[in-house]
């Protein structure tokens, strides 16, 4: 079954900091991952995707993910957090095959970056 | 703003009554998802449509769930003799193609009392 694991609930980093959010997968076939933020009584926010390509990729705000196929880890980075990236995030994950159109989400993980 | 729109934003109904909830895609996308989403979890999948043809839907749409978009422009989601574990977050999102990234709405928070 195709499953996205974020094994940290709640994630605290200082302003200014690195922070790291983790994110694995389970699919058969090759993935596309995705990572949304959500705001509180906001829908979820596209931040970044990976589909093909250059294993780092770069999103908004600031943030970028590592593909790493061995570890089948696609976890969401950004150099300096800042206040406001305090936030509900969410890995997900889709397959290229036709029945596999429906993101598959892992449970989220708080981002709560202090000043 | 041109996102994607849904309709109403809170719903809070008694045991038993329907609901119906509207979502208006971005007018480009052709692809339009249905999610639902409890406290603590991630959004899960219910349904998706390509223009006016429902294409998929999971095993957590039951027989009380239906849902429509009739011109493949709009869509609502029904769901009959509400109860109390309806209670959620119905998310709506949609999309341009099969390998892009899909944009959601503000969702619509149902509560069943």
């Known amino acids: 079954a195709q499953s996205v694991a974020q094994p940290e609930d709640q994630v605290n980093v200082a302003e200014g900091n690195p922070l790291t959010v983790k994110c694995t997968y389970s699919?058969?076939?090759?993935?596309?991952l995705f990572w949304y933020v959500q705001y509180p009584n906001r829908g979820l926010q596209f931040l970044l995707k990976y589909i093909t390509g250059d294993n780092l990729v770069k999103g908004s705000y600031g943030f970028e993910a590592e593909f790493n196929k061995s570890q089948t880890s696609f976890h969401l980075k950004k150099p300096s957090a800042l206040v406001s990236d305090s936030a509900l995030y969410f890995c997900?994950?889709?397959?290229?095959?036709?029945?596999?159109?429906?993101?598959?989400f892992g449970k989220g993980t708080t981002l709560s970056v202090s000043s | 703003d041109t996102g994607v729109s849904q309709d109403p934003r809170h719903k809070i109904t008694k045991r038993g009554q329907n609901v119906t909830f509207r979502c208006d895609p971005i007018s480009e996308h052709n692809r339009l998802y249905w999610y639902r989403q409890t406290l603590g979890q991630g959004p899960e999948f219910l349904t998706y449509f390509q223009n006016e043809a429902q294409l998929e839907k999971s095993r957590l749409l039951s027989d009380r769930f239906s849902a429509e978009r009739p011109k493949g422009s709009f869509s609502t989601l029904e769901i009959q003799r509400t109860e109390q574990g309806d209670s959620a977050m119905y998310l709506c999102?949609?999309?341009?193609?099969?390998?892009?990234?899909?944009?959601f709405g503000p969702g619509t928070r149902l509560t069943v009392l």
């Open positions: 997900a994950v889709r397959t290229t095959n036709q029945a596999g159109t429906a993101l598959i």
């Open positions: 699919v058969s076939g090759n993935p596309y």
């Open positions: 999102a949609s999309s341009p193609g099969l390998g892009g990234e899909q944009f």
